[in-house]
């Protein structure tokens, strides 16, 4: 793959990293339905996230966010257009191969926690290592995410920051390459918000997870090294930032 070029909606003062492109999305389209009911819902996006960014996707609702996170979440599939992780194409795999992709390479936070309700915090977060071949250290990333204390608790037991907490770790654990958020803080109030958000910066710190985040808060973009907006499923502007703030400092 070639390196990145610099965007054409770029201010000069921002450049884009020198790591190569590892999700490269090209030309991406996809729509539901058909005849006059047929809504367009992605329109020939293409832009590429480089090993190790936090990358930001903002738009307002209907801009096409989650579903272009579920096309490189391999759950849903463009019309046209390509996906490539890591310089394999999406759209030429299988089943199996998606399965496969799915379970090694990604890690996937939802507005929601999804949690196992018979399960502990910890048991929940030991959930995901099984579908890893080299899981992170239970008990060192139980202690990154501030769940020392509360590890032996049910779901039902935990505040909505500390589940989605453990969502976090279960979805880390096993080590992926890239973790998915989507509208991660849309359930919890404002510190509990910054709380997360602090939480998903520090393990793109500590251990490299580049991470792509879907929201339609705008402050979330200045704690990212790289922002696109979308609106009508396309790719209205795209920028990087320099010099992140630490997540703990936003406000909105």
Same mark, same amino acid.
């Given at each position: 793959?070639?390196? /990145?070029?610099?965007?054409k /909606?770029?201010?000069?003062?921002n450049?884009?990293?020198? $790591?190569?492109?590892?999700?490269?999305?090209k030309?991406?389209?996809?729509?539901?339905g058909?005849?006059?009911?047929?809504? *367009?819902v992605?329109r020939?996006?293409?832009f590429? =996230?480089?090993q190790?960014? +936090?990358?930001?996707?903002?738009?307002?609702?209907?801009?096409?966010?989650?579903?272009?996170? *579920?096309?490189?979440g391999?759950i849903?599939?463009?019309d046209?257009?390509s996906?490539l992780f890591?310089?394999? $194409?999406?759209?030429?795999m *299988?089943?199996?191969?998606?399965?496969?992709?799915? %379970? &090694?390479? #990604?890690?996937y936070?939802?507005?929601?926690? *999804?949690?196992?309700? /018979?399960?502990t915090? &910890?048991?929940? =977060?030991? =959930?995901?290592?099984?579908?890893?071949?080299s899981p992170?250290?239970?008990e060192?990333l +139980?202690?990154t995410?501030?769940?020392?204390?509360?590890?032996?608790?049910?779901?039902?037991?935990l505040?909505g920051?500390?589940?989605? %907490?453990v969502?976090?770790?279960?979805?880390?654990? &096993? $080590?992926?390459r890239?973790?998915?958020?989507?509208?991660p803080?849309?359930?919890?109030d404002?510190?509990?918000?910054?709380?997360?958000l602090? #939480?998903?910066?520090?393990?793109?710190? &500590?251990?490299?997870?580049?991470?792509?985040?879907?929201?339609? $808060?705008?402050?979330?973009?200045?704690?990212?090294n790289?922002?696109?907006? #979308?609106?009508?499923?396309? =790719?209205r502007t795209?920028?990087?930032n320099?010099?992140?703030?630490?997540?703990?400092?936003?406000e909105?």
């Open positions: 793959m070639s390196g /990145n070029a610099p965007s /909606n770029e201010s000069s003062e450049r884009q990293p020198k $790591n190569k492109p590892f999700l490269v999305v030309d991406l389209c996809k729509s539901y058909t005849g006059d009911a047929k809504q *367009n992605l020939g996006l293409s590429s =996230v480089a190790g960014e +936090i990358c930001v996707l903002l738009g307002p609702s209907g801009s096409g966010k989650s579903t272009l996170l *579920n096309i490189i391999g849903d599939q463009g046209s257009g996906v890591d310089g394999h $194409n999406l759209t030429d *299988n089943t199996a191969e998606l399965g496969r992709y799915r %379970r &090694k390479e #990604l890690g936070v939802f507005q929601t926690y *999804n949690l196992i309700g /018979n399960l915090g &910890k048991e929940n =977060v030991e =959930v995901g290592a099984y579908l890893s071949d992170l250290d239970l060192e +139980i202690n995410l501030g769940l020392s204390e509360h590890k032996g608790k049910l779901p039902g037991q505040s920051g500390q589940q989605q %907490r969502s976090i770790g279960r979805a880390i654990i &096993k $080590n992926p890239l973790l998915l958020c989507d509208e803080t849309g359930a919890l404002y510190e509990t918000s910054k709380e997360i602090q #939480l998903i910066q520090d393990v793109n710190q &500590k251990y490299g997870t580049t991470i792509l985040m879907v929201t339609h $808060n705008e402050a979330i973009k200045h704690m990212a790289h922002v696109i907006k #979308l609106r009508d499923g396309k =790719v795209e920028t990087f320099p010099e992140p703030i630490q997540a703990s400092e936003l909105w």
